[in-house]
């Protein structure tokens, strides 16, 4: 399918090709075992002892321990997560050696579960368990939303803590929950969730605003200080401060970690930042001798920019004095030229970044959200708006009420800037003109109280506007009043894995794919077609995988330990009356030939209507996307409000609304099909 149609535009493979190098696999010796007198290793001391013994060993090291962000947030940052298991696998056991006296690998959770399924066609289980085989010696760790989980929503609480259960089963060690407000009520949830799976807590602060500037407002020392004091009380084991932006100047760092150490001398504190503005290893090294115990970084070849701090930096900068992080410079570099190989890969994820910028001060937006908010306003049609992106995200802030911007409030933040742009609307506009705008589905919930209570609570009147005659789903309420997943019915596992079981067969179902159901739906069905139609196509090398084979390549796949196939591409013909292309190629020397639809045969389909901007009952899409629901018919009457369509974009979920009440005259579209910003979807006679 690939040689004949390329990648499916939305995986988003659009910059340069794939590097023709394959990436060398280092060695790097394996150690002597420790002897008895020499310290257990921190995944050892957690396995044998509890999280409070760990917690305990990672107060009393004596240098700086590091977390490794390379197999998560640092690809999550530079190449819109697209790296794949086999690249990391690769080099797991190399890792596993260098790394050893790290204080984790971050390798899952945040964006990395759903877009395994989304666009790499991977299961994100699969990936915890062959990664926890490969690397049984050093912690891992992921990024847990609270009661978001690992989506962009709330959800009931048995499958948040059902979700912990599994994924400690899989292999995981160390949780960093936090909430994207910064809600408590939230957090906790997610907190005992760990807690009763046995799994280490890390309870992450979400950082934004500038302590050190007394003129920054609400985010103030005072409020960082109480929030703790807070966290604390649930029983965490470890406290991150979570900079998703790189806004903690090595100022910042330095006040806020010392006050921190000072109120809590004996709680674990953990440094998380991006280094958009480059003062990431300036603020790291600041909060290390301010009494953090750990940092995050990245190899080098995926750090820096959006990324986090490059570790070969924090490396040889602490080597031989009190913060040594005991990692061997030498091996760490081992492990980087790999990368430094395999990222280009990748390229066809490249964001264009080519240095820092500290307009991050200016927009807040998070670093692992910067490339994909990029790639998805270039697919919305906003290429060469990027600039404007950035101002509106700001503005979009301010108008969601300066909120802690990180998944999934930073996806509201962006989902809003994005709709301000491709529909030239201001600050102004916005609050001018809210009773009547089509905002994305993530606006309206947010202001329902989806994700939680912000801070400082809801903007008004924007707040009461947006939500207009709007209810949430099975309810007679508008807004949530307290954390939303408390006023949600258990999820019924039960009835949910038959019907999946009906649907994919039982022999195929387990708990994980439950899991991956009650969270992803549409998303695990996708997932599911494209595996019934391919197979599992993790086995194939990335090349291979974005680029298809070109005609007399001979390619290698290794299904499991013993069984591998011999594919060799021969020829592709051309396209029949049907536009169906026969692929030939050799499987293990036997000829065999696949028909293909060749789906770039040019349609016949004639342009779509355009909505009239003069006319206010002709409608048109707001933005570019699919349409996921009609929800008017011919002759249906519609006030001002109903929604009328469906829409959806790169995550983002749009109810197109009626401008004006009458009768509807016609809808143009369907489910499935594609529309660009301004094409016509309905027709409303206002005086009928």
């Known amino acids: 399918h690939i040689v004949v149609n390329g990648p499916a535009p939305a995986l988003g493979a659009v910059g340069d090709a794939p590097s023709a190098v394959d990436p060398m696999i280092p060695q790097v010796e394996e150690r002597a075992p420790p002897t008895e007198e020499e310290a257990p290793s921190l995944r050892e001391i957690y396995l044998t002892q509890g999280p409070q013994a760990f917690a305990k060993a990672v107060r009393d090291n004596e240098g700086l321990l590091i977390m490794d962000t390379t197999w998560r947030d640092a690809h999550q940052s530079l190449l ?20 050893r006296n790290a204080y984790s690998l971050e390798c899952w959770g945040g964006a990395t579960f759903d877009v395994a399924m989304r666009f790499l066609r991977e299961c994100p289980w699969e990936r915890l368990g062959l990664l926890r085989e490969a690397v049984p010696n050093i912690p891992f760790q992921m990024l847990l939303r609270g009661a978001n989980a690992v989506g962009y929503t709330s959800y009931p609480d048995n499958v948040v803590h059902e979700f912990s259960k599994l994924a400690v089963t899989h292999g995981m060690d160390v949780f960093r929950v936090f909430d994207s407000l910064n809600y408590l009520e939230n957090m906790r949830l997610g907190i005992d969730a760990v807690g009763e799976a046995g799994g ?94 750990v940092v995050d970084c ?33 091996e760490a570099m081992t492990v980087n030229d790999y990368w430094e190989e395999a990222r280009g890969l990748y390229a066809p994820f490249e964001s264009g970044q080519k240095s820092g910028s500290a307009d991050v001060y200016v927009h807040e937006m998070p670093g692992g959200q910067y490339t994909n908010l990029l790639f998805q306003s270039n697919q919305l049609g906003l290429t060469g708006q990027w600039s404007h992106v950035k101002k509106a995200y700001a503005a979009a802030n301010r108008l969601l009420g300066d909120i802690i ?75 949530f009043e307290g954390r939303p997943g408390a006023e949600m019915p258990p999820y019924d596992f039960v009835a949910n894995r038959t019907a999946l079981e009906e649907k994919w067969g039982a022999a195929g179902i387990s708990d994980a794919d ?41 390619l290698s796949v290794t299904l499991e330990a013993g069984k591998q196939l011999f594919i060799k591409l021969v020829g592709v013909g051309k396209p029949n009356a049907e536009g169906v292309v026969d692929v030939r190629f050799e499987l293990n020397g036997q000829s065999r030939t696949v ?12 342009s779509k209507a355009r909505a009239l901007p003069e006319v206010a009952g002709s409608v048109g899409a707001p933005m570019p996307g699919v349409v996921v629901q009609t929800l008017v018919k011919m002759g249906d009457r519609v006030a001002a409000g109903d929604p009328l369509v469906v829409l959806s974009a790169m995550k983002m979920e749009t109810n197109v609304k009626a401008p004006v009440g009458g009768k509807v005259v016609s809808c143009v579209v369907n489910p499935g099909e594609q529309v660009t910003a301004g094409d016509l979807v309905v027709e409303i006679d206002e005086h009928a």
């Not at 330095?254 to 440094?271: G, T």
């Open 595 to 606: 028909h293909v639809t060749d789906e770039t045969v040019a349609s016949t389909a004639v």
């Open 200 to 293: 280490i807590v890390e309870a992450a602060i979400g950082y934004t605003g500038d302590v050190s500037n007394p003129d920054r407002g609400f985010y103030d020392l005072e409020y960082y200080l109480n929030l703790v004091d807070s966290i604390k009380s649930t029983g965490a084991h470890v406290l991150a401060i979570k900079d998703m932006a790189g806004l903690l100047k090595p100022a910042a760092a330095e006040l806020l970690v010392s006050s921190l150490r000072e109120a809590h001398p004996d709680l674990p504190i953990h440094v998380h930042t991006h280094d958009t503005a480059g003062t990431g290893v300036a603020s790291m090294l600041a909060a290390a001798r301010a009494g953090a115990d």
């Open 405 to 479: 911007k990180v998944t999934p409030s930073s996806k509201v933040t962006g989902d809003l800037a994005q709709f301000m742009v491709a529909n030239d609307l201001t600050e102004a506009d916005v609050l001018e003109q809210a009773e009547t705008l089509s905002f994305p589905k993530s606006i309206i919930e947010y202001f329902q109280g989806y994700l939680g209570i912000p801070p400082n609570g809801f903007p008004e009147p924007l707040r009461t506007q947006v939500l207009k005659g709007k209810k949430i789903k099975g309810t007679n309420i508008s807004c």
């Open 298 to 330: 990245a190899t080098d070849a995926l750090s820096g920019t959006t990324s986090q701090p490059a570790l070969g930096a924090m490396v040889a900068a602490t080597a031989g004095t009190p913060l040594d992080t005991g990692i061997r410079l030498e």
């Open 514 to 554: 439950v899991l991956s159901h009650a969270m992803y739906p549409a998303v695990y069905d996708d997932f599911m077609v494209e595996k019934s139609k391919y197979g599992a196509i993790s086995c194939l090398d990335t090349r291979t995988f974005l680029s298809g084979m070109e005609v007399d390549q001979e």
């Open 80 to 99: 819109a997560t697209r790296v794949r298991t086999k690249d990391i696998l690769n080099i797991a056991e190399p890792t596993s050696r260098a790394l």
